[in-house]
């Protein structure tokens, strides 16, 4: 059995718990994905199976799109709800306009430090694994790619927003840099991807929906490669 199916990933389980479920439930052991998720997030999570997890690294290289939101006033050592709170800003005199303007700038080429909290790696360690203990790494700024940018609504503290971006791309960083820039600080607090490449929800399965699934059902949801 060869070919891609589309997961709608739902909160609470890891990339790998997915991949997991599939090898256990169908006896499908070159199983893989492409373009990890936090376990937090949901949405279009990539699985290969078969010959197709030759082909991880082509679709982790593909833009994403996303709907975030991000909540003002708090600042997380983490970037986004799951961490320690590590400042607070008054956000109360922040206008739609500045705010606005303030999205605009972030459009385009720019520069992201990788939060402690990635599965990047410092000496053989991850990231993620440095910050549980306390330990901070140093980390170069990494050129992305904001494509498109768009705010769905503003309802203070809370901002809801599209994004469409490279590979790489931290939208957790993007909303502590935006919450840094605003004087406020802030933390991402929602975050579901739509798209990666060619590959949407619309053709996505839930996780209840795979568990259901026969072998043959499996298979007959693949897209082939």
């Given at each position: 059995m060869d070919g891609i199916l589309i997961v709608d990933k739902p909160s609470g389980m890891t990339s790998h718990d997915?991949?997991?479920?599939?090898?256990?439930?169908?006896?499908?052991?070159?199983?893989?994905?492409?373009?990890?998720?936090?376990?937090?997030?949901?949405?279009?999570?990539?699985?290969?199976?078969?010959?197709?997890?030759?082909?991880?690294?082509?679709?982790?290289?593909?833009?994403?799109?996303?709907?975030?939101?991000l909540t003002l006033g708090k600042k997380t050592d983490s970037g986004d709800a799951e961490g320690r709170v590590i400042s607070e800003g008054d956000y109360n005199k922040t206008t739609e306009a500045r705010i606005r303007d303030i999205f605009d700038s972030f459009k385009g080429e720019i520069e992201q430090v990788p939060p402690m909290v990635s599965?990047?790696?410092?000496?053989?360690?991850?990231?993620?694994?440095l910050a549980r203990r306390g330990q901070e790494a140093p980390r170069k700024p990494r050129v992305v790619y904001i494509k498109e940018l768009k705010i769905k609504n503003i309802d203070i503290p809370y901002i809801d927003f599209s994004v469409v971006c490279s590979k790489g791309t931290y939208i957790r960083k993007l909303c502590d840099d935006i919450g840094d820039r605003l004087g406020c600080g802030g933390h991402l607090s929602y975050l579901r991807r739509l798209r990666s490449g060619e590959f949407t929800l619309e053709k996505s399965v839930t996780i209840e929906v795979l568990k259901s699934f026969s072998k043959d059902e499996l298979e007959r949801h693949l897209l082939k490669i």
């Open positions: 997915v991949v997991d479920l599939i090898r256990k439930n169908f006896g499908m052991r070159k199983t893989g994905h492409a373009g990890t998720l936090d376990p937090t997030v949901t949405g279009v999570l990539i699985i290969l199976i078969g010959r197709a997890t030759k082909l991880s690294a082509r679709f982790a290289n593909d833009d994403k799109e996303y709907e975030a939101t599965a990047l790696k410092f000496r053989g360690k991850r990231l993620y694994e």
